[in-house]
């Protein structure tokens, strides 16, 4: 997958611009607050609709405009292809692929895909489980609109079971409550199952990137956090039975306490909590690992990489560990941002864009 172009017009400080970029390593250099994260954010935007930093579309839009838009076109095995996004103040955001207006964000995802690695990716290894289902499910939703739909699905039949829970009417809830289950679970199983096939291949893969990177002084494991197994039918059985058995607590808790929303993955450095135990720069690698590991599987779903994007990934890494992170990154377009390009100048060819107050120095 390479992305050629990426244009940007009234979105966040760019007035109008276009970019350029290599097949191989491409570094967004510049002072901090000129761009550089910007122009990265809109190329994940058209890979999975979703910005790891607006909450709202509105805040998209360059101040004192009311709309803006974002296009890439890029090349993959399957052909070339060309995304774009209007967002408006006053309406929704509207998507396109080869020009055709898309209904649905699921017919957005996998037409480019890209993996994102950001400081606030530190949360993946620092924070909570919800950090870490947020990477599995970005994933494999650009990895499976299968995913994506089961996912929203089971969501909506989550917040409506909730909303029952909550009801004072008890002999109401036992009535209803059986019904829900059965679709809750269906919903579940794929999530589930999914995942598990996912964390069964990201593991070694993630093992293995972390040993080239740390030049193999630590070992990272990752595994499950939850005890769902077998096919699709054994683990929807498995959640229906965890929802009735914990029926009553729901009842008292108002909310539901069991399913693929409350799972976690456990991630390890040298067989302890990298959570709770690893430095900051332990964390920092074990993360970067998990991303590069995304990378290979991607390759072995699709045949060809994902863009890499690494925002801010270099500054706080020992000198050996970002040359070792080089060296895979020159495996695939790689989209770097950082404040000194000198801190690459010695590892390879590279095509420097350099960023002033939103516009590309030339």
Known sequence: MLISKLRLKNFRNYAEEEFEYSSGV????????????????????????????ARRDKQLIRTGETSAKIEADAVSAYGKVNVSMDFYSDRNKEAKVNGIPVAKIGELLGNINSVLFTPSELKL???????????????????????FYALQKYKKILSQRNNLLKSEDRDMILDTLPVWDVSLAAAGAKIVYLRNDFIKTLSPLATESHAAISDGEEELSVECDYKYEGGEEDICEQLKNALKERMEKDIELGYTTVGPHRDDL?????????????????????????KIAETEIFRQKFGEYPVLILDDALSELQRSRREKLLSVAEKMQTIITCTEPEMIENHGKYNNIRIKNGEIIR
Not at 125 to 147: M, T
Not at 266 to 290: C, E, P, Y
């Open 26 to 53: 491409n570094i967004i250099s510049g002072g901090n607050a000129q761009g550089k994260t910007n122009s990265v954010e809109a190329i994940f935007l058209l890979c999975t609709g979703y910005s790891p930093k």
């Open 266 to 290: 456990k991630i390890k450095v040298n067989g302890t909590d990298v959570r709770v135990f690893g430095s900051q720069g332990q964390q920092r690698t074990a993360a970067l690992s998990l």
């Open 125 to 147: 290894v620092q924070d909570a489980p919800e950090d870490r289902r947020r990477f599995l499910d970005i994933s494999l939703s650009q990895i499976s609109r299968g995913y």
